[in-house]
């Protein structure tokens, strides 16, 4: 809720479609976006999507990954699948919700680590013992 969510939930530990339904009258969301990119992630975007829902695959999922989707669901509840591979047009967007304050990146800085670091801190982002670790090739030079 610090960065500005009105609802989190853990769905390690919440059953997220429940929560989803919950939320939503039974509806499923409008929105839904992928960011992780695994195959059970993108197979449940399109499980919690609503009745003319859009679900973005955002996240970059493995070549080989693959997703069971029943075609007839798609039809049925006029869901619309889309993959981004990038965001044209949204650098001056985003940079401004960071100017603004709207958007809190700092709470979710774990470290900052010079560009010799740059092996550690990819074995720290692999092994999950860092949330986002800003780069700053400057620092190592003072």
């Known amino acids: 809720m610090a960065l500005g969510a009105s609802a989190t939930v853990d769905?390690?530990?919440?059953?997220?479609?429940?929560?989803?339904?919950?939320?939503?009258?039974?509806l499923g969301a409008?929105?839904?976006?992928?960011?992780?990119?695994?195959?059970?992630?993108?197979?449940?975007?399109?499980?919690?999507?609503?009745?003319?829902?859009?679900?973005?695959?955002?996240?970059?999922?493995?070549?080989?990954?693959?997703?069971?989707?029943?075609?007839?669901?798609?039809?049925?509840?006029?869901?619309?699948?889309?993959?981004?591979?990038?965001?044209?047009?949204?650098?001056?967007?985003?940079l401004a919700l960071l100017a603004s304050g709207r958007v809190k990146v700092s709470e979710i800085i774990s470290h900052r680590m010079t560009l010799e670091q740059m092996p550690e801190a990819l074995e720290m982002l692999k092994a999950r013992q860092a949330r986002k670790i800003i780069v700053e090739p400057q620092r190592g030079e003072a």
């Open 11 to 26: 769905p390690k530990g919440e059953d997220l479609m429940a929560v989803v339904r919950k939320a939503t009258g039974g």
């Open 30 to 94: 409008d929105v839904v976006i992928d960011c992780v990119g695994g195959a059970e992630t993108a197979q449940q975007a399109v499980g919690l999507a609503g009745e003319g829902g859009r679900v973005l695959l955002f996240g970059v999922a493995p070549p080989d990954a693959e997703v069971t989707i029943r075609p007839y669901d798609v039809y049925a509840r006029e869901i619309v699948i889309t993959g981004s591979f990038i965001n044209p047009f949204t650098h001056g967007a985003a």
